[in-house]
Structures are given as structure tokens and as C-alpha cells.
């Protein structure tokens, strides 16, 4: 089991629909606005790293409304 976090920087003005949209992610578990530097947080539980990769590079990162994203593998 791999458990990420994938800090999403939102273009203004769509991050409460964005955070509807990832949360239905398969693979994503969590999902919340925050205030600070990103805009959303998603909380990924896969299997592999490889995964972690094919979760955040289409479906998170291609989305419209995306500006930027981070992510993080926890140990």
C-alpha cells in the first residue's frame, strides 16, 4: 500500500469544483480545500508508486483548472 498527498494550486475560483472532481477519483480517499499556499489536498491509497503517477498526471494534473500540483510519497 502507497499513501500520497497531492497539494493542488487551483486557477481562481475553481477549487470547490475541482475538490468535487478529484475526490471522485478511484484512488483518492480524501479530498479537502485548505487555506496557505495550495488550494486542495487530496489523499491518494494505491498499491504502487506507479499508481501514485498514473493518478496525478491525467486525471489531477489535465484537469482544467489545474495551475499547479505537489506531491508527496509517505514513508
Known amino acids: 500500500m502507497v499513501v500520497a498527498y497531492v497539494l493542488v494550486k487551483a486557477n481562481t475560483?475553481?477549487?470547490e469544483e475541482?475538490?468535487?472532481e478529484i475526490a471522485t477519483i478511484d484512488?483518492?480517499?480524501?479530498?479537502?480545500i485548505v487555506a496557505g499556499d495550495v488550494d486542495l489536498i487530496a489523499k491518494v491509497d494505491v498499491d504502487t508508486p506507479a499508481d501514485v503517477k498514473e493518478i496525478v498526471t491525467a486525471p489531477i494534473q489535465n484537469r482544467r483548472g489545474v495551475e499547479d500540483t505537489e506531491t508527496y510519497i509517505s514513508m
Not at 27 to 32: K, T
Open 18 to 20: 475541482l475538490l468535487d
Open 13 to 15: 475560483g475553481r477549487a
Open 27 to 32: 484512488g483518492v480517499v480524501n479530498a479537502h
